[in-house]
């Protein structure tokens, strides 16, 4: 803080979002609840508050080449997140004039890299074994690492799935690598990967690089960013990795697999693109039917809040929020959902949202495109019957 | 076996909120709260605890934090480390996983890190694994449940995309992703918060913990924010107060004209 | 001195409040009417150790100080607009001090568990048909009886009985041992309520009604010597320190109900309008709302410096005359305050104000009570004058 510069006018004040500034007889303070993000620094007009960072030799990032996203394989075939990674990568790519790439792990996956040619990948790294069948944090990240470490990747991109939220951070402490969670925004800025994502419960929106490593890495929500198309290509490089492990060796084994808690042929939540979902006011598990009909009717999924998970109504894998799916559909109907902030952050990204509550408080309202205030159990019938004769009609 | 849990000081997100016309945060009267994901881990540990275990609560934060470990005491932890220096601040969550990973070493031979799903000011996930990867042991993310544990080995139900599934993993090990306590209550008595002051705190500063020191705070970050601003507000939506029957019909009627359907 | 509060009563006043907010306030006003406190909401209050807060450590007790008292008393006053749950507190907290301090192992070991537990109800009764504010008019006897006494009399007005009676407990009680010394002959002692020899009555109230008030007569009732508080025949020296850790709660309380009910009128005064504005734009309204915030805000600290100043004596840094003089000073106008502030947020809210459903007529008539319990508005002006005359009297 220069205090020959600070005219305490208390912009700096207003722009700090943890309260830590204040000004106190036309000086800026600093009080101990500064994280030093630099919001102040950003408004201040006279440039008189900066903050040190340590100086970096300048390093010659520039051996560091192309943008990497890691695949994702589930059930045998290519989550859908993966086209979306690498959607944006090619744009990136475009922009730096470097190539897209995919990391394609796992076992019997070489039938994929097709899929990946066509829709634009200039280089495929493949690692195929049998001991690569399940996911595992020590497999998964030896290979990233052996990857990066050998090929000098610019820039790498992973899914915010399950695996990708274990897996992304490992490689990241490993390595010592700068690493942003769940963006929803990636753009080059100077060169370098800005990475944009939500804080603070999805109450601000945080602008971030990480300048001093290489790779950067960044973990992307499914559903965000949108999908590469087939496309025409001029060639794909294979890149075939030898594996050599032993899961006898593992420190962490998994026993016994259990999934099928969705039927094969239900759209799993975060790939649908019309979303029933229920709360505390669905009331009961059999009342959940009323929801399953309407969503049926749309071609769509059911989803939840924590409330109707917890009280057992629904499987966990339909949760919505913040320790739940991050789903971003065409329209999100919300049924007897309050829309608590943990909610709002799984669906706020919703093209539309429409709620059906009792409470004409419910904060759902405020995010609401749409809102009936309303017994679900009357509305959404009476809806589902409507979207029918609508269909119908086309 | 020492059980270690991570916990941070968090201001209350649920009860921010933004001023409609500077469209800024309303940070005042906002209280500090123990980041709830934190709690739940902690009563994770509480609940395997046995006899001779032992459980130590770790924080790095601003002097304030204090409160937030006092609660743990309260709540049934053992111990608890405050990680405190200027030099500390401005991490991010490498800096941050450094940090804790340095105060773990110093505490020597352990069982079992309990850390929560996300802080839910940063909402990242980041820092359990990181601390994992730092220390070079297997980790446990999207924990449901721990179904058996000794003093070797720990059998866990894991979250998957569409189940679970059960994991057999060597101690000593990292758990994170716990979202829910099946504990109650989450309100110390006054017994307890009577008791939490006689147990023994810790105040470490840079220089106690030892380590890299380029490696702390915002010099030892790898990412930075350059900027923060509030997201786009959006527009309000239209409130249907009709009958159902009614209320259906203009729901339809708007969407047709609005071309969502 | 300033107001400021440990780390350890911060965390007392959290547990207390989430508890209270969650599940004292919603069930409230039903309080009142189903003329009961819910046998959850007090076995709650007991599991967080509210009941029996100042018995020691030695008998299973927190052994909490006057102002962590304090806290609690404030918490449950802003969550009970009914008061019910802060008289079932403050009457133990207050009298289950003077035991801790004047009783005999033998009582203490006996009484507290139960009290802590939430089984026991722990009152005061010292009030007769005819002899309230003068205790020396007492006309109950307590008489020598080998190693026990025999007591007979009655006791009128007084809180817990049917809770005493129903579910075990009993009274803290004074009578004349020693009829012909005057006051200098009276003695304090445990009295249980569920002995045969008890015949009790019941008064409605007007208000507070989740807590009893009744009268009982007490016909040769025998109790061990191990029940008497202190020493025979001086009683009414310390019968006075429980009167005042009640009266000091109760200041909390009423500054915490009136704080409480002007938050409800602020509420509804910015969102009413008359007459083209919100009610708050009017002087009329606004003024009175400053002056009864400042009044409040004065009584809630004289409260709280009455329980330091208990604090502090009980370490000798206080004395016993600087201890009544506060306490006076804090009990005089709490009551009259409390209900002029009251009076005017149910005035603001019109019919509204007067009809059952509105919380501040609930609150009215508890902190009504408030100028005649546990001593009058008229003893707390004869104490002060009697500190500034010089004219001790005891």
Redesign the interface.
Same mark, same amino acid.
């Given at each position: 803080m220069d205090e020959d510069k600070c005219t305490g006018c208390g912009i700096c004040e207003q722009a700090c979002p943890f309260g830590a500034i204040k000004i106190v007889e036309k000086i800026a303070i600093m009080g101990d609840e500064c994280t030093l993000c630099g919001a102040c620094v950003q408004v201040c007009n006279t440039g008189a508050i900066s903050i040190q960072r340590k100086k970096v030799d300048n390093v010659d990032f520039s051996q560091f080449r192309d943008i990497w996203i890691v695949a994702e394989i589930k059930n045998n075939k290519i989550r859908n997140v993966s086209f979306e990674l690498l959607g944006k990568a090619i744009e990136l790519a475009d922009e730096l004039k470097q190539d897209p790439c995919v990391i394609l792990i796992g076992n019997n996956v070489k039938k994929f890299i097709k899929e990946f040619s066509n829709r634009g990948a200039k280089k495929i790294y493949v690692a195929e074994h049998e001991s690569l069948k399940d996911y595992y944090t020590e497999t998964y990240s030896s290979i990233i690492i052996g990857l990066i470490s050998r090929y000098r990747p610019n820039i790498v991109l992973y899914p915010a799935t399950i695996s990708g939220r274990d897996l992304a951070p490992r490689v990241a402490s490993i390595l010592e690598l700068g690493l942003t969670a769940d963006c929803t925004e990636l753009s080059i800025r100077d060169g370098l990967l800005l990475q944009t994502r939500p804080a603070f419960g999805g109450n601000i929106m945080a602008d971030i690089i990480s300048p001093n490593t290489r790779p950067q890495m960044a973990t992307v929500r499914p559903n965000v960013m949108e999908a590469a198309s087939i496309k025409e290509n001029d060639g794909t490089e294979i890149i075939e990795t030898n594996v050599k492990i032993n899961l006898k060796g593992l420190k962490l084994k998994i026993k016994e697999i259990i999934s099928g808690t969705i039927d094969e042929n239900e759209i799993p939540v975060d790939e649908a693109d019309f979303i029933v979902s229920g709360g505390r006011g669905v009331g009961c598990q059999e009342n959940f039917k009323i929801l399953e009909d309407l969503a049926r009717v749309l071609k769509g999924a059911v989803g939840a809040s924590r409330a109707s998970v917890d009280l057992g109504w629904i499987p966990k894998s339909q949760q919505v929020g913040q320790s739940g799916k991050t789903v971003s559909p065409k329209i999100y109907i919300a049924c007897g959902i309050s829309g608590t902030i943990q909610h709002l952050v799984g669906m706020k990204s919703s093209d539309i949202i429409i709620a059906i509550n009792k409470d004409p408080e419910a904060p759902i309202f405020n995010v609401a495109n749409y809102g009936i205030v309303g017994d679900l159990c009357e509305v959404v019938p009476l809806l589902t019957e409507a979207f029918k004769k609508k269909i119908s009609k086309k | 076996m020492k059980l270690i849990v991570c916990v941070k000081q968090v201001p209350d997100t649920t009860q921010v909120k933004i001023d409609p016309e500077t469209n800024t945060l309303i940070r005042e009267g906002v209280p500090s709260i123990l980041n709830p994901f934190d709690q739940f881990a902690l009563e994770e540990a509480i609940k395997i605890k046995q006899e001779n275990d032992e459980i130590i609560v770790i924080s790095m934060g601003p002097p304030q934090a204090k409160k937030a470990l006092l609660k743990c005491l309260a709540l049934g932890a053992d111990s608890a480390i405050l990680l405190t220096d200027r030099i500390f601040a401005g991490a991010d969550t490498f800096a941050t996983s450094y940090t804790l990973a340095q105060a773990i070493k110093k505490l020597g031979e352990f069982g079992i890190i309990f850390c929560g799903l996300q802080a839910i000011d940063g909402d990242t996930a980041q820092v359990g694994p990181e601390i994992a990867g730092i220390l070079n042991i297997p980790q446990i993310t999207y924990l449901e449940s721990i179904e058996d544990v000794s003093g070797k080995k720990l059998v866990a139900r894991v979250q998957t995309d569409d189940g679970y599934k059960i994991v057999e993993a060597r101690l000593p090990l990292l758990i994170t992703g716990i979202t829910t306590s099946s504990f109650e209550p989450t309100n110390p008595p006054m017994m307890s918060i009577m008791k939490a002051n006689k147990k023994p705190f810790f105040t470490w500063d840079a220089n106690e913990l030892g380590g890299d020191k380029d490696k702390y705070g915002l010099n030892g970050s790898l990412t930075q924010v350059i900027k923060i601003y509030s997201p786009p507000t959006k527009e309000k939506g239209v409130i249907i107060n009709d009958p159902p029957e009614a209320a259906v019909n203009k729901l339809m009627d708007l969407l047709s004209k609005d071309k969502v359907i | 001195m300033s107001l400021k509060f440990t780390?350890?009563q911060?965390?007392?006043r *959290?547990?207390?409040r *989430?508890?209270a907010q969650s599940k004292i306030a919603p069930i409230a006003l039903e309080m009142d009417e189903k003329k009961e406190i819910p046998q959850d909401v007090i076995k709650g209050m007991a *599991? $967080?150790? $509210?009941l029996g807060?100042t018995a020691g *450590?030695a008998y299973g007790?927190?052994? $909490?100080s006057a102002v962590s008292a304090g806290v609690i008393a404030e918490e449950l006053a802003k969550a009970d607009c009914t008061g019910s749950t802060c008289v079932y507190y403050l009457v133990p907290a207050s009298w289950g001090f003077l035991l801790n301090k004047y009783g005999t192992e033998e009582a203490k070991k006996e009484v507290f568990p139960k009290l802590l537990s939430g089984e026991h109800f722990l009152g005061i009764a010292t009030t007769e048909s005819d002899a309230g504010s003068d205790v020396g008019a007492t006309k109950t006897t307590i008489k020598k009886d080998g190693d026990n006494f025999v007591v007979n009399g009655e006791k009128m007005y007084i809180s817990g009985v049917r809770e005493a009676v129903t579910y075990g407990g009993g009274h803290v009680t004074i009578a004349h041992q020693s009829k012909e010394l005057g006051t200098r002959g009276m003695t304090v002692f445990y009295l249980p309520l569920t002995d045969e020899g008890i015949t009790p009555t019941y008064i409605p109230d007007l208000g507070r009604e989740g807590i009893s008030c009744g009268g009982f007569t007490i016909d040769n009732v025998k109790i061990p010597k191990h029940y008497i508080l202190g020493e025979e025949n001086k009683g009414f020296y310390i019968i006075h320190e429980g009167y005042e850790y009640a009266r000091a709660l109760i200041a909390v309380i009423c500054a915490a109900a009136g704080l409480k009910s002007l938050e409800n009128g602020i509420a509804y005064i910015k969102e009413r309008k008359s007459f083209g504005k919100p009610l708050a734009a009017y002087q009329g309204i606004n003024f009175k709302l400053a002056e009864h915030y400042t009044k409040l805000s004065m009584l809630r600290d004289l409260g709280y410096q009455a329980l330091l100043s208990i604090d502090l004596e009980q370490e000798g840094k206080a004395t016993r005359f600087e201890t009544s003089k506060k306490v006076a000073m804090a009990k005089m106008f709490c009551s009259e305050w409390a209900c002029d502030a009251i009076n005017d947020v149910m005035q603001w809210q019109g019919a509204f104000g007067y009809s059952r459903e509105c919380q501040d007529q609930a609150a009215w008539r508890a902190v009504r009570s408030f100028s005649l319990a546990e001593g009058t508005k008229e003893v707390m002006k004869m104490i002060v004058a009697r500190e500034l005359l010089g004219n001790k009297q005891y």
């Open positions: - | - | 780390e350890e911060e965390m007392i *959290e547990s207390v *989430e508890f *599991e $967080l150790g $509210l807060c *450590e007790g927190p052994g $909490l």
